[in-house]
């Protein structure tokens, strides 16, 4: 019979070695992180697909790599309602429930992390007849947010612009410069971006500023 002692033992062996079996087979923190990111993200994928390469047959554009901080501001923007609330704005709207579903600041946080650490896609353009040449001229007014390689300029909280889905710039040009975007009372940044939309007189001008834009891109 066995002593009580070395049972005692026997059973502190046991329990460690089924810890130890416990530890092996449980996922690591990074890759439990990663699969909460994940589960967070599938919300969007419908939209703006899997590895965030837009659609713009659903007017979602490309957002993988963007900046962490303008993912978080434009997805609170859509929560608290200044984003999405023009009539006009038909994605915007459909982003508004899609953002709401995010019910935690610590949600949107994960989303935006999860949004910036993917790959930039670099969208293939769509527009037709820009003037890169005259578009340099116009895009003088958006170097002190934007940046001269139109990369963003964090402390003016203007994004980047460079490898973005260049109908979706002009899309927003448009709302910008119709209302649409920019005059609820709480978004203080599409405030400040509204004026610079009017130095762009006509679709064409938007054209040739967004062509610029994609020779900064390459």
Wanted: proline share 7%.
């Amino acid at each position: 019979m066995m002593s009580k002692s070395r049972a005692a033992t026997m059973r502190v062996l046991v329990s460690a070695v089924s810890l130890l079996l416990t530890a092996c087979n449980a996922p690591s923190p990074d890759t439990a992180s990663l699969k909460y990111s994940e589960d967070l993200y599938d919300g969007c994928v419908q939209c703006h697909g899997e590895n965030g390469e837009g659609n713009p047959v659903v007017g979602s554009p490309s957002i993988a790599g963007l900046e962490r901080w303008y993912v978080k501001k434009q997805l609170r923007g859509f929560k608290n309602g200044y984003r999405g609330f023009h009539p006009s704005d038909l994605a915007g709207k459909r982003m508004v429930p899609m953002a709401r579903a995010l019910d935690t600041d610590e949600k949107v946080d994960v989303v935006a992390n999860y949004v910036a650490s993917m790959e930039p896609t670099h969208p293939a353009p769509t527009l037709e007849g820009g003037n890169p040449e005259t578009g340099k001229i116009y895009f003088a007014t958006c170097v002190q947010c934007h940046g001269a390689n139109a990369r963003g300029v964090l402390d003016e909280f203007g994004p980047p612009l460079a490898g973005a889905s260049d109908w979706y710039l002009l899309t927003q040009l448009q709302n910008f410069k119709s209302g649409a975007r920019g005059t609820h009372p709480d978004d203080a940044m599409g405030a400040k971006m509204r004026p610079f939309s009017m130095t762009l007189p006509t679709e064409q001008a938007m054209k040739d500023v967004i062509a610029y834009i994609g020779t900064l891109s390459e």
